[in-house]
């Protein structure tokens, strides 16, 4: 009686122990995913000072104004690896995960992050970049111009406003280097 009375207890000491770990390991990777959502969704702190890279590593040099690239756009062509400096005009304010840029005839255009793999700052918004990627015309869906228009923090009378899908310029990047103000 007395041996399986000490075999009962050194079973619940084990399962005790071994419930503590568990609840540990769990509350550690619950602290840790935790952590890595809250800094995975913010965009990157930084200046976004010339020569500044984002991405893939890209340089200046090759690259075509913007202008020249809608042109060979709306000829029907699509560019599957181009260099193209612009400004941008705004940055996605959540993460940095999608830039708006200035186009000759005041519309702008749209870029997004290859496989969602890299971020750029808030700062630089008003900046002069270089994006290596391909580029496309291409037709937004209302619920996607919606999307976006959430995400930059539109009133709601913005976001209602927009009905009509959108025919507009869509870069996916590669890289971006800043090159100037």
Request: glycine share 8%; aromatic share 10%.
């Amino acid at each position: 009686m007395v041996q399986y009375t000490n075999y009962i207890k050194y079973i619940h000491y084990f399962y005790i122990t071994f419930k503590y770990m568990i609840m540990k390991k769990i509350i550690a990777l619950v602290v840790f995913v935790s952590g890595a959502l809250f800094t995975y969704a913010q965009p990157p702190a930084g200046d976004a000072n010339a020569g500044d890279i984002y991405g893939a590593k890209v340089k200046a040099k090759g690259a075509v104004a913007i202008a020249e690239v809608v042109t060979q756009l709306d000829g029907g062509a699509q560019l599957d690896d181009v260099k193209i400096k612009a400004k941008i005009l705004e940055v996605c304010p959540n993460k940095g995960c999608w830039l708006k840029l200035e186009l000759p005839d005041g519309s702008q255009a749209m870029v997004k992050m290859k496989d969602y793999g890299f971020f750029v700052p808030l700062a630089a918004k008003g900046k002069t970049v270089v994006i290596e990627g391909q580029a496309s015309m291409k037709t937004v869906p209302v619920k996607e111009l919606k999307h976006y228009a959430e995400d930059a923090k539109k009133s709601q009378a913005e976001i209602d406003a927009i009905t009509q899908p959108k025919k507009e310029v869509n870069i996916l990047a590669k890289g971006i280097v800043v090159v100037g103000q």
